[in-house]
Every structure is written in structure tokens, then in C-alpha cells.
């Protein structure tokens, strides 16, 4: 008998699912069959007692990719790309509704589907409603064809209502993090930000901390692209983790390191950081975050200083980029995405090694970074 769980997995797939399922698993053992396997604890550790929630370990995975980011990609491809991280230990994953309007979500808890809620920690982001629409191709980075539209609604009840689709789509009966997203001035598809912040500091932020204390939710902040709209948070109620992407990087870290981390410390509020690889630009993509925009000046000849900094030190760019956004003790993960089961084995190995001191040294020397950036990247709790 198919049950109500099935079905609902199976409608969210739009029949597509069920029959992919028989060849993922074919796929995902032929491609991570020779690989070892690693326990959670293989990698960086968050310390115990320290302030914020936390995942137990400083590594996630971000589900962009799952959702057609740029290009479309296969539901096996995604299904090996989990397996790969799951494989390496990673526990934390990371989705959105607007990540393929809501196609990220579903393969994410296709995965996942089975697995002990217990064994794992999953946030998703709210501020956006999804309504089905057939003629909806693909949209702005998200390719394929899509079949949902989108609307805003930063509401008590609209944030509500995302987390009860959220947990439909994913297939679980709860959420550990909720973020509200892309609530920031740099977001051009949103209407009168001002006017949309307020909404959400009268309705989706009391919202949310009502659900936290109705223990639906263990945390809830910002998941945004730009500054503002964190510290706005931090203002006008009690977030106790935020998602900051974009902000911390190699390429680009003052503004966070000066204002956004000494006032999480002060208020007690943990930082995920989000596109720790500039979307691809750290792991050697010709391409800057998201917008398309011109790769900003400079950017190219110090991401090669950098690269032949790291290789002088047996190390490589990745890796370098990946332990400098977890490295300071206000972060409690960082989360880069990964296309494929190669990229994110790549990636979590990434945290697994140690990186020669003299590396930072050098880089600190040469001013390619802030020089009160932390670096050192502790491997246990």
C-alpha cells in the first residue's frame, strides 16, 4: 500500500522521482564505490559551551546546486552528490524554497527520506511562497522547467505557512534552522525593502521566535546577502544564528570581521557562512557570486597570488578558502555548495587536512587578507 508519505514525495517529484529512483542508486554506488567513508567527527568541530546554536561540526553542505543553479542538473547526479557528503560525514544541510522554486528542497529530502530525523541537522529560509504554475521556465539562475511561481510574504502567517510547505516538500516532520532570506537592499526582485523589513520585524521574526519557544523550530535569523539586514536583526529581536553569505571570504572580509561579528559575540548569536567559495570564484570559476556582474577589479590577480601562495605551502586555493571562513569562533559552519560527488568529496576533504601556519603568516605578510582574520582552524571540540 503506498503511503501518504510516498505519495506526497512522489507528487512533489511530479512522477519523476519514483522512476529516477531505480537508477540513482546504480549511479551514486559506481561513482563513490572505491571512496572511503568517514564518520561526523572527522571533521572540525564546534566547541562545547560556546554561544548561539550550533551544529556539532563547523561543515555543510549548501543546496543551490540541487536546486538547477545555472545549469540543470540530473536528479542521480544530485542523489550522488548527497551520498558523496553524507559518505564524508557531513550532517548539516542546508535548502530553500527558492533554490529551483522548490526543487531543492525535494531532492534534499528524497535523500534524506529514511534516514533518522535524529541523525542529521536541515534548515530551509522563508519570506518566499511558492504556487504552482506550469508555464514557469526557467528563472533568473534557476534552470529547468520549474512549474512554480513565487511570491514575498515577510507575514507571521506567511512564515508559518513556509515552514508547514517546507517540511511537505522535504518530507520531515521538523526544521533545526530557519532563515528568513534575501530580505536585503542588494535584492533587486524585492519590492520597497524598507517597507518589507518592517513587515518582517512586526510578523516573521516574532513568528519565529514563537515557534522556537514552541521547540517547532531550535533556531531562526537572517539568511542575506548583505550586512544591513543582519545587524537590523540583531536590533529588533533575538536571532541566535545567522546565515551571512557573500560576506566572508577570502576576496572579500573586512566589513564582517568589523561589524557583524563583534555584535553577534555581544548578543550571543552563532554565523553560518554562506558562498564561502564566491560561488565557484575561489574554486577556480571565471565567475563572481551570482548576479553576473563583472568580476570586481583586482579580484583575479589576488586569487592568484593567493593560489601560488597556497601551492608554495602544499596546499590549494579550496582548501585555504573553505578553513578561513570556518576559522573564526563566532562561525559554527560554513557551507559551500557542490554540483557533483567528486566536488563534494573535494570539498570535505578540504576540512579533514591541516594547513602549514606559515601559510597565513605568508598571507598576512603579503596583505591579501585582514590581519586580525582568524585562520587557525581548530580540528576538535
Request: hydrophobic share 40%; glycine share 8%.
Amino acid at each position: 500500500m503506498t503511503s501518504r508519505r510516498h505519495f506526497l514525495r512522489t507528487a512533489a517529484f511530479g512522477g519523476l522521482a519514483g522512476a529516477a529512483s531505480l537508477l540513482v542508486p546504480r549511479a551514486f554506488a559506481a561513482d563513490n564505490a572505491a571512496h572511503a567513508t568517514h564518520s561526523p567527527d572527522s571533521m572540525p568541530a564546534n566547541p562545547s559551551g560556546a554561544s548561539g546554536y550550533r551544529p556539532p561540526h563547523k561543515y555543510g553542505v549548501g543546496g543551490t546546486q540541487a536546486g538547477n543553479m545555472f545549469v540543470e542538473t540530473s536528479d542521480e547526479t544530485v542523489e550522488a552528490m548527497m551520498q558523496a557528503h553524507w559518505d564524508a560525514g557531513v550532517r548539516y544541510f542546508d535548502t530553500s524554497p527558492w533554490y529551483g522554486l522548490g526543487l531543492s528542497e525535494r531532492r534534499m529530502g528524497h535523500f534524506l527520506d529514511g534516514k533518522p530525523r535524529e541523525a542529521y541537522l536541515l534548515s530551509s529560509k522563508v519570506g518566499r511562497l511558492l504556487t504552482p504554475d506550469a508555464s514557469m521556465d526557467s528563472h533568473g539562475i534557476w534552470a529547468g522547467d520549474l512549474n512554480f511561481n513565487y511570491r514575498y510574504d515577510y507575514t507571521a502567517a506567511g512564515v508559518r505557512r513556509s515552514v508547514e510547505d517546507s517540511l511537505q516538500r522535504l518530507g520531515v516532520p521538523s526544521l533545526d534552522m530557519v532563515f528568513i532570506h534575501d530580505l536585503a537592499p542588494s535584492n533587486k526582485d524585492l519590492d520597497d525593502y524598507d517597507a518589507q523589513l518592517k513587515t518582517a520585524i512586526e510578523g516573521a521574526m516574532p513568528e519565529l521566535t514563537k515557534m522556537r519557544e514552541e521547540g517547532l523550530i531550535k533556531a531562526w535569523g537572517m539568511g542575506v546577502n548583505d550586512i544591513e539586514p543582519a545587524l537590523a536583526a540583531l536590533d529588533n529581536a533575538e536571532p541566535n544564528v545567522l546565515l551571512q553569505a557573500t560576506r566572508y571570504t577570502l576576496m572579500n572580509h573586512d566589513d564582517a570581521l568589523e561589524r557583524l561579528f563583534p555584535k553577534c559575540e555581544a548578543q550571543g548569536c552563532s554565523v553560518v557562512i554562506g558562498a564561502p567559495l564566491g560561488a565557484g570564484f575561489l574554486a577556480g570559476k571565471d565567475r563572481w557570486l551570482y548576479s553576473g556582474d563583472p568580476i570586481p577589479d583586482g579580484y583575479r590577480e589576488k586569487r592568484a597570488k593567493l593560489s601560488k601562495l597556497a601551492e608554495s605551502y602544499d596546499t590549494d586555493l579550496r582548501t585555504a578558502a573553505l578553513q578561513f571562513t570556518a576559522a573564526p569562533s563566532i562561525v559554527s559552519a560554513t557551507i559551500p555548495g557542490a554540483r557533483n560527488a567528486r566536488q563534494a568529496r573535494e570539498n570535505a576533504a578540504s576540512m579533514r587536512t591541516s594547513i602549514d601556519p606559515a601559510f597565513w603568516q605568508a598571507v598576512k605578510r603579503e596583505g591579501l587578507i585582514n590581519s586580525d582574520a582568524p585562520t587557525e582552524l581548530s580540528q576538535k571540540a
